[in-house]
Protein backbone atom coordinates (compact mmCIF):
# COMPACT_ATOMS: atom_id res chain seq x y z
CA UNK A 1 0.00 0.00 0.00
CA UNK A 2 1.54 3.41 -0.88
CA UNK A 3 0.50 6.87 0.69
CA UNK A 4 1.06 10.45 0.21
CA UNK A 5 0.91 12.81 2.92
CA UNK A 6 1.30 16.32 2.58
CA UNK A 7 2.42 18.55 5.70
CA UNK A 8 2.96 22.71 6.04
CA UNK A 9 0.06 24.13 4.52
CA UNK A 10 -1.67 27.41 6.99
CA UNK A 11 -2.71 30.75 7.11
CA UNK A 12 0.09 33.00 6.24
CA UNK A 13 -0.25 36.81 5.24
CA UNK A 14 -0.09 38.06 1.35
CA UNK A 15 3.35 38.35 0.44
CA UNK A 16 4.38 35.70 2.77
CA UNK A 17 5.79 32.78 2.51
CA UNK A 18 5.31 28.43 2.98
CA UNK A 19 6.71 25.37 2.20
CA UNK A 20 4.29 22.34 1.18
CA UNK A 21 6.20 18.59 2.04
CA UNK A 22 4.95 15.70 0.25
CA UNK A 23 5.82 12.18 1.57
CA UNK A 24 5.39 9.12 -0.39
CA UNK A 25 5.58 5.84 1.68
CA UNK A 26 5.25 2.26 1.35
CA UNK A 27 5.88 -0.71 -1.22
CA UNK A 28 7.48 2.01 -3.58
CA UNK A 29 9.78 0.44 -6.54
CA UNK A 30 10.38 3.55 -8.00
CA UNK A 31 8.70 7.30 -8.41
CA UNK A 32 8.09 8.99 -12.15
CA UNK A 33 7.04 12.65 -11.90
CA UNK A 34 6.03 14.10 -8.79
CA UNK A 35 3.49 17.24 -8.77
CA UNK A 36 1.25 19.45 -7.02
CA UNK A 37 -1.98 20.33 -7.34
CA UNK A 38 -4.49 22.76 -5.99
CA UNK A 39 -8.17 23.22 -6.16
CA UNK A 40 -10.09 26.34 -4.59
CA UNK A 41 -13.88 26.11 -3.79
CA UNK A 42 -15.84 25.90 -6.52
CA UNK A 43 -12.76 25.44 -9.20
CA UNK A 44 -11.62 22.73 -10.62
CA UNK A 45 -8.48 20.94 -9.25
CA UNK A 46 -5.40 22.70 -11.55
CA UNK A 47 -1.69 21.37 -11.80
CA UNK A 48 0.31 24.40 -9.59
CA UNK A 49 3.95 22.29 -10.77
CA UNK A 50 5.69 19.57 -11.58
CA UNK A 51 8.96 17.61 -11.27
CA UNK A 52 10.15 14.87 -12.82
CA UNK A 53 12.20 11.91 -11.56
CA UNK A 54 15.61 13.71 -13.21
CA UNK A 55 14.87 17.18 -12.29
CA UNK A 56 13.05 18.68 -15.24
CA UNK A 57 10.00 21.04 -13.66
CA UNK A 58 7.17 22.54 -14.84
CA UNK A 59 5.06 25.36 -13.72
CA UNK A 60 1.78 27.05 -13.84
CA UNK A 61 1.87 30.67 -15.35
CA UNK A 62 -0.01 31.40 -11.68
CA UNK A 63 3.26 30.31 -9.92
CA UNK A 64 6.22 31.29 -12.58
CA UNK A 65 8.79 33.63 -10.50
CA UNK A 66 7.08 32.63 -7.00
CA UNK A 67 6.76 28.75 -6.89
CA UNK A 68 9.81 26.45 -6.77
CA UNK A 69 9.10 22.58 -7.12
CA UNK A 70 11.80 20.35 -5.81
CA UNK A 71 12.44 16.38 -4.73
CA UNK A 72 14.45 14.44 -2.33
CA UNK A 73 14.57 10.79 -4.37
CA UNK A 74 16.41 9.03 -1.69
CA UNK A 75 13.89 10.31 1.18
CA UNK A 76 10.61 9.57 -1.74
CA UNK A 77 10.24 13.22 -0.74
CA UNK A 78 8.51 16.22 -2.89
CA UNK A 79 8.40 19.98 -1.64
CA UNK A 80 6.74 23.34 -2.85
CA UNK A 81 8.05 26.44 -1.67
CA UNK A 82 5.74 29.28 -2.26
CA UNK A 83 6.93 33.21 -2.01
CA UNK A 84 5.07 36.28 -2.45
CA UNK A 85 2.11 34.21 -1.55
CA UNK A 86 -1.30 36.07 -3.07
CA UNK A 87 -5.18 35.88 -1.49
CA UNK A 88 -5.62 33.83 -5.09
CA UNK A 89 -3.22 31.56 -4.36
CA UNK A 90 -5.64 29.90 -1.64
CA UNK A 91 -6.66 26.24 -2.15
CA UNK A 92 -6.54 23.25 -0.85
CA UNK A 93 -2.63 21.64 -2.12
CA UNK A 94 -2.54 18.03 -3.21
CA UNK A 95 0.91 16.20 -3.99
CA UNK A 96 0.60 13.84 -7.01
CA UNK A 97 2.95 10.76 -7.79
CA UNK A 98 3.33 8.79 -10.41
CA UNK A 99 4.69 5.43 -8.78
CA UNK A 100 5.90 1.81 -9.49
CA UNK A 101 4.73 -0.41 -6.79
CA UNK A 102 7.50 -3.09 -5.46
CA UNK A 103 5.50 -6.00 -7.30
CA UNK A 104 5.47 -4.27 -10.53
CA UNK A 105 5.30 -2.83 -13.55
CA UNK A 106 1.86 -0.47 -13.74
CA UNK A 107 2.44 2.59 -12.52
CA UNK A 108 -0.39 4.06 -10.69
CA UNK A 109 -1.37 7.37 -10.19
CA UNK A 110 -1.10 8.44 -6.08
CA UNK A 111 -3.15 11.54 -3.99
CA UNK A 112 -2.25 12.70 -0.90
CA UNK A 113 -4.99 14.17 1.41
CA UNK A 114 -4.57 17.83 0.78
CA UNK A 115 -3.23 20.40 2.76
CA UNK A 116 -5.05 23.60 3.28
CA UNK A 117 -3.27 27.28 2.04
CA UNK A 118 -5.16 29.94 3.00
CA UNK A 119 -3.72 33.84 2.27
CA UNK A 120 -5.15 36.28 4.19
CA UNK A 121 -4.48 39.10 6.13
Known amino acids: QVQLVESGGGLVQPGGSLRLSCAAS????????MGWYRQAPEKQRELVAA???????NYADSGKGRFTISRDNAKNMAYLQMNSLKPEDTAVYYC???????????????WGQGTQVTVSS
Open 96 to 110: NAEITEEQGPVIYDY
Open 26 to 33: GSILRINA
Open 51 to 57: ITSGGST
